[in-house]
């Protein structure tokens, strides 16, 4: 098995012009007697999408024995019934699947390398507090005193007000809601800098779970945002070799998925 981490890429936007088709997508590895399906996905907000479709259609063809999936529903602030995490954790444990692990690293690893990085506790707490509101906001409904009150604790909701201001903008719901300030871009904004930080750390562990789930069994099934898959493939192609890519709509040609 690879070990390494140095062959997982740094994100930048302008990947996603590299990618062969837009998401969502799957990438079919086959080694030996080991399958790997990576599910590429567009992260979902409404119940009908062809992420939705796809992840149903991966897991009916591979059978995976363990699913990898991209945090938990309440983390990404979502209502159970939206969402490709949710989706794909219903049609697991349809299926009998009862091997569901998340690919995130601790918050305490996360924090620790940004702390390396010079950043501070407060935007650490800040940071992931905001990002939970804008997903709250584009739902409709966020309870930002409530959720303050849960998230800061012991810390003044206008400190966080005031981080915001410097660092994104005025805190109104539109500024709230937006995600640009959460994109993963090193040479980026103060936040987008914190992301492309905590993505490189978040994409060393998603590889070690995969690596770990492989060496425990032969079917492994990943959901997560396409640009994991991006930053991820060189490591993956070490380990596994090339994948069949499999569009999110479309005919299937060359019989890959019956050869599963």
Not at 59 to 70: F, G, H, N, R, T
Not at 88 to 101: C, F, N, Q, V
Not at 175 to 201: R, W
Request: glycine share 6%; charged share 25%; with cysteine.
């Amino acid at each position: 098995m690879v070990s390494t981490n140095d062959m997982i890429l740094l994100y930048h936007p302008d990947m996603e012009k590299t990618a062969s088709t837009d998401p969502p997508y799957a990438a079919i590895f086959q080694k030996m007697e080991k399958t790997l399906v990576f599910v590429a996905a567009r992260h979902v907000f409404t119940k009908e999408h062809p992420t939705l479709v796809l992840i149903a259609r991966m897991m009916d063809a591979s059978v995976p024995e363990i699913l990898i999936q991209e945090r938990t529903d309440s983390e990404m602030g979502r209502p159970h019934e939206l969402g490709e995490i949710s989706f794909a954790k219903h049609e697991a444990i349809k299926r009998g699947l009862k091997d569901i692990r998340g690919g995130e690293p601790e918050h305490g690893a996360l924090e620790a390398a940004l702390m390396a990085a010079g950043y501070t506790h407060e935007d650490f707490r800040f940071f992931h507090f905001a990002r939970q509101i804008s997903c709250a906001v584009r739902f409709g409904n966020a309870n930002i005193r409530e959720m303050a009150r849960k998230s800061l604790r012991d810390i003044p909701f206008s400190d966080f007000r005031d981080w915001f201001h410097v660092h994104i903008g005025r805190a109104d719901r539109n500024s709230l809601g937006k995600t640009s300030p959460y994109a993963p871009i090193m040479d980026g904004t103060h936040t987008q800098c914190i992301a492309a930080t905590e993505g490189q750390v978040r994409d060393q562990n998603i590889f070690k779970t995969i690596r770990q789930a492989l060496a425990k069994k032969n079917r492994v099934m990943v959901v997560y945002g396409a640009s994991h898959f991006l930053t991820l493939r060189p490591a993956l192609e070490a380990l596994m070799g090339q994948p069949n890519i499999i569009p999110g709509a479309g005919p299937v040609s060359d019989g890959v998925l019956a050869n599963l």
